[in-house]
């Protein structure tokens, strides 16, 4: 299923972004962040001075040299992880096994998982592999080709609705639409042209028109794979169910089933086999010649009259609005037209050129079949009707029931899955390029172990069962959310590469901006007709959606960017003066008089100044082992007990006397029986005294074995770590007691 | 609802048990425990030396003396607490307000719980009132008189089935149970006199019989009060059902809403009101004595000739297993007997005679009520029938449709609730008195904040609305499983005061152990004939049951036996050597030769020997502080970095150097792109190396301010932390950084 996998996923980055690798979840520092990370740490140098010989020395050896035979680890959630040594000094891998549970649960997941996606594998298995012409064009061409089957058909049943008279407009209405196939497909050229390295409607909408642009054109196309998968999912479903009707009640679970089998495919990742994967389209592009072919023959012998119409009762007048709409249902034929241009690194070198080439014949081929598709569904007067698709209707006229129809539909039901699997590859490649600037969650980013965006895979799967289903797995009832979505994006790309050839005034840029501008022109106008003839049909679901979209993302980014800010190193100016530890009355008197300082911001160990709450319920092993764990730290420990009663206190202090009032003690009296609440309370009270004070709350901790023994303890302490999460300057240490049982 | 509340609650405890207060929660230190803690502080004191002026030095004023008034305490989740300075020196207590969240939510939580259960009470509300003899047979006896409303139909409707010849049988079988009645009355007060502070079933065989006796109590009288409520509740519910038929659909919903009141009463802890509980149980005696009094008069004009027979046609043969059945459901009439010896402390003093004075009161009303009614029904010939109660024939035969009917049928409504109250306070102090053996959860001790066990009494409405809506709410269909737990309970404590009696040989002791003797192998008959003849219409789920929480019970115990010796504290011979910080490769070498040493026992701060590990993904703020922190308290540092591929460890590296390289740094390739698990086997690794080391995990952490900004990062500290929290000696510290959006 995942055709070309990373060898496409790889090789579609523009000029400026480097590639999608497994290491770009982490931003990297830019010049200026590191030039402040060099002088803070100029300042660690001075503030550690003498102890740094301290703190490196270390208790155990970091590289595992000496890796005991008998090791023990890997207890837990986790199998054992084998740690080799790489040839650099002192750095070692972690090799196979790791995320493998090896609980029971944890086991069987895993090995479900092994088999349905696969052994995991490293990043080094990337890998850039290059399609030849004949590959790249089937391929690639699967999505806009497959297009003719449910095209011409949406249009047909459009134009019905105004009776039987009205279906022989279909054929001026094609001609408009194979204007705007060439005029697109030209503007495209130019495109590759540009972005020999690939470019996407949000990549270039980005590079050209700014931020909200490339959002619109981004929410546009993530509606547009979304449809895309499920309406060739639900064409290709027909297709099947044309032939087999006993078959139609059961149209959705099949569909939802083939959207599973994507979906596992995909999270697989890398490509599995590859010229097998051409074979569907060149199948599907066959059927359609012969049918055209085969049908206009027997046309001939008719002199090329229709045949007599079906009657249809027209349902509505034939209005200029009903012929748009029929126009723009058509148009759903084309899309998919622009895989091409943002695959072109997928391409044997001269890629650009080979792109060009293959594009043009995708054009030629595209038009020839949905105008013979047109011409024939005309002269046999075919009727979009329930049960059957036209185009299972002109195979039956043509083919009767044999082999060669049954040829005919499995070729379609193909080519709609290939096409449906396209999606699979452009849309978690969309989120990573948005995930990169942001747009996105940096989620998306991340490689799954079998080298797949997992994520952005699973949501596409999530977001079309869903589509699909909902709408009841009825291709018809897809179709007026489906052409919004790409024209948006076709407009702002072709629109984009106006400024791009304005901007750039390179070799032969006018005629370019005039192919281009023509291109986003009509593809406007076809989004505006799309979006105002249908818009009480289902296209306010799109543009709703992409709205939302586009809000979404924006509120992601600023999000990371506050984050970013948030996070960025402050330049401190010299080592801040040690700080005596003052009694505590000088020190709360004057707080009101500073500014509120931020122990969140200390970023040297001289900045900071610490205090250990130990919270103390009882003088056990548990209690007195957090207390040594407070106190060999050799920073200002204050023990905190709750009490519920006076009673309770008195036997508490007394219990601390006999052990000898090491440290100092602070009883809360707590009649109302909470701890939660006043413990908190109190340790913001203390943090209001000094909000300098970095304040460590080490609480001790029974972990108990199994999970049913944990009603049996009052877990205060997950409570309170709960409740602490949320107060600044807090540093939470739990000091736990594993139980033996 | 709650009547007596806590001075019920209060008074109940034994001899040896102390009052259950609200600090009972924590299991206080005793001889043996203190005296290895005073040795345990000794070694504190030389370990610490002179740095013991140093970690008391406090950088803020524990004792919130100088608490400014500007305090910007509180924020989080919690609404702000008052802290008060109670009189003794340094102490605080917490005043109102903790608890109630500030949140928008938590506001509308706490509101709704001040509305319903009422606003918090401080410890000291609890109260240890006295009820005079009137009120204390009031209260006390409403279980065991209200009894007699389904009692008598329970044993007719066995009869019955054996055809209408067959009830005749209700007066011999009534005669057994008068006797029983009244040897175990007289049992009991012989356990009053033993058990002067009251004393359950529970208690009194785990004094005298040992553990697994009392656990079989215990089982037994949960299943008493769960049913107590269902039983209680069903009848009621049909008394209102027998007045007004339209209602009889809604039984279900309607026992349901009474058992919502009854916990929401219960919750609501410490009395209302005090003799205004008296009044159901008064006005259905004097329904009954109303009822029998007229229809004895009315029979006396018959000549005391019983009615003509309704047809029923018998269904099975009259066997001796049938007539046992029939007076195994009559047994249920006295459920409930047990009330007053378990409540001594409540009456005036004298308490023990008060309460064997109010004792034999209440046996004679019941034995009076129940031959009454027994042989009313017999001279009426009430047969029972779905949709009316036998009361309810009765009431209508006698009083026709008019108010005294209504009278009637409300007071009996009202009584059967007032029982089903009585488990309510029995239930959750039962739980409470097995916890404190550690038998139970010790949630079962705490005292929520209106000052009742608030866990207990939820798992009892919980449980009681379970079995009323699972059997319908039909009283008939629970009777079974009723007198099983009730007699089982009733045996095994007459048991224990055969033995009480044996070993004390008090005053009277020989007389004492006649008639407990006689109470337990009555009881002991009547519960093999209950769970023989009821085995299979539902007294095989009581024994069940019963087994079941034996079982629990039993393990609960020894879980906590298990945590008590972990962490019990090790006597410490002598100070620990300071151990030097030995190069890693000598120490490495030897760890086999050791036996492994466990750093969650170290109980005094020379024995900790640290090592910091921090787990860095970035030089940002977060990565900076969390290194900061580590290298401020001064123990060793390693700094881990998890790359995804080489390229990235490369430029991590780089910037590591940018910094000043100031720790020592780690890097682990995870080729499979995975985080957590890496980190975790490489820490295990680390520590299995010289598991005697305390390892810290110091992880820097994001922590957004809105919750659905979670998914745009990744969450590996949260990850790491649970995946960690399995990990013997690894202390978890999350160094945060607070998002200011």
Redesign the interface.
């Known amino acids: 299923m995942a055709l070309v996998g990373s060898a496409q996923l790889e090789g579609t980055s523009t000029e400026e972004i480097t590639d999608v ?3 770009s ?5 830019d010049e200026k ?2 030039a402040v ?2 002088r ?3 300042h ?2 001075q503030a ?1 001075g003498p ?2 010989a ?11 040299h ?3 035979d ?12 084998d ?1 080799v040594e ?1 040839g650099d000094a ?7 096994h ?3 549970g090896n609980s029971w649960l944890g086991h069987a997941a895993s090995s479900w998982r092994r088999v349905v996606l696969g052994a ?5 298995a990337v890998v850039h592999e290059r399609m030849r012409k004949p590959v790249g064009l089937a391929i690639l061409s699967s999505d806009a080709l497959s297009s003719v089957a449910y095209g011409p058909e949406a249009m047909l049943a459009v134009l019905a609705l105004a009776g039987a008279g009205a279906l022989g407009l279909s054929l001026w209405i094609s001609v408009a639409i194979v204007v705007l196939m060439i005029a697109v497909g030209l503007s495209y050229r130019q495109l590759i042209r540009a972005y020999p390295h690939g470019g996407g409607s949000y990549v270039v909408a980005d590079k050209n028109l700014g931020e909200l642009p490339a959002l619109v054109a981004a929410g546009g196309l993530m509606i547009d794979y979304v449809l895309t998968v499920a309406v060739s999912v639900s064409a290709g479903v027909a297709a099947i169910t044309s032939a087999i009707p006993g078959l139609a009640q059961d149209a959705v679970p099949l569909g939802l089933a083939a959207i599973a089998i994507l979906l596992a495919g995909n999270l697989r990742g890398v490509r599995q086999a590859g010229a097998i994967f051409s074979a569907p389209t060149y199948a599907f592009a066959l059927a359609v010649f012969a049918l055209i072919v085969v049908g206009l023959a027997d046309a001939s012998t008719r002199g090329f009259a229709p045949t007599e119409p079906a009657a249809i009762a027209p349902i509505q007048g034939l209005t200029l609005l009903l012929v748009l709409r029929a126009f723009s249902s058509g148009a759903t034929a084309m899309t998919g037209i622009e895989a091409i241009s943002n695959a072109v690194p997928a391409f044997e070198p001269p890629a650009p050129r080979n792109a060009r080439k293959v594009l043009t014949l995708m054009i030629v081929l595209l038009v020839s079949m949905f105008v013979g598709l047109v011409l024939l569904m005309h002269l046999n007067y075919i009727v979009p009707r329930s049960g059957e698709t036209a185009l299972s209707q002109l195979a039956h006229r043509s083919f009767g029931t044999g082999p060669l129809y049954a040829y005919v539909q499995v070729a379609t039901a193909l080519v709609l899955l290939l096409a449906a699997n396209t999606a699979f590859n452009g849309f978690p490649r969309l989120l990573s390029f948005m995930a990169r600037n942001g747009h996105a ?3 998306c980013l ?4 079998r080298l797949a965006f997992s994520n952005g895979t699973i949501a596409l799967a999530v977001a079309a069962g869903v589509l699909f289903a909902g709408f009841g797995g009825r291709t018809e009832a897809l179709i007026p959310l489906y052409a919004v979505g790409v024209f948006v994006a076709f407009t702002l790309s072709q629109a984009g590469m106006v400024v791009h050839w304005w901007r750039r005034r390179e070799r032969h840029w006018r005629k370019s901006i005039v192919l281009n501008g023509v291109g986003a022109v009509l593809s406007g106008i076809v989004f505006v007709i799309a979006a105002v003839t249908k818009f009480s049909h289902g296209a306010w679901v799109a543009l709703l959606l992409i709205a939302l979209l586009v809000l979404v993302a924006w509120h ?1 980014r600023s ?2 960017e ?2 970013r800010s ?5 330049p401190l100016e010299a080592p801040a003066s040690h700080d005596p ?5 000088l ?3 004057d ?2 008089a500073q500014p509120m300082p931020n122990a ?12 250990t709450v130990v919270p103390i ?6 209690g ?2 957090a207390l ?2 407070a ?8 023990a ?1 007990h ?8 008195a ?1 508490f202090k007394s ?1 601390w006397a ?3 009032d ?3 003690l ?9 701890v ?3 413990l ?3 340790i ?3 943090r ?3 909000s300098e ?2 304040l ?1 709350v080490a609480m001790p901790e ?2 108990v074995k199994h999970r049913w ?1 944990r ?4 877990g205060t302490a997950r409570r309170l770590r ?2 602490l ?4 300057g ?12």
């Open positions: 690798g497994p290491g979840t982490v931003v990297g520092l962040e590191l990370l060099r803070v740490g100029g660690w140098g550690l102890r740094r301290w703190t490196r020395a270390l208790p155990i050896d970091p590289g595992l000496r890796f005991p008998s090791l023990e680890a890997g207890r837990g959630r986790f199998a054992p992880v740690f790489t002192g750095e070692i891998e972690a090799t196979s790791a995320g493998a995991p594998l490293a990043g080094s969650p940096r989620l991340r490689l799954g172990d992601i999000h990371y506050s984050v948030a996070v960025a190193l402050y530890i003052v009694p505590a009355h020190r709360v008197a707080f009101a969140e911001h200390d970023e040297s160990p001289d900045q900071l100044q610490h205090l319920v009882r003088l056990d092993l548990s007195l082992r040594a764990y106190a060999s730290l050799g920073q200002p420990v204050l905190v709750i009490s519920p009663d006076s009673g309770e206190a036997r219990d006999a052990w000898g090491h440290l100092p602070e009883v809360v009296d707590s009649p109302y029986r909470a939660v609440a006043p908190v309370c109190y913001d009270a203390l209001t005294q000094r004070l970095t460590t029974l972990i023994h009603p049996l303890h009052n709960r409740a999460r949320r107060q600044p807090v540093v939470i240490t739990t000091v736990p007691l594993h139980l033996p049982t």
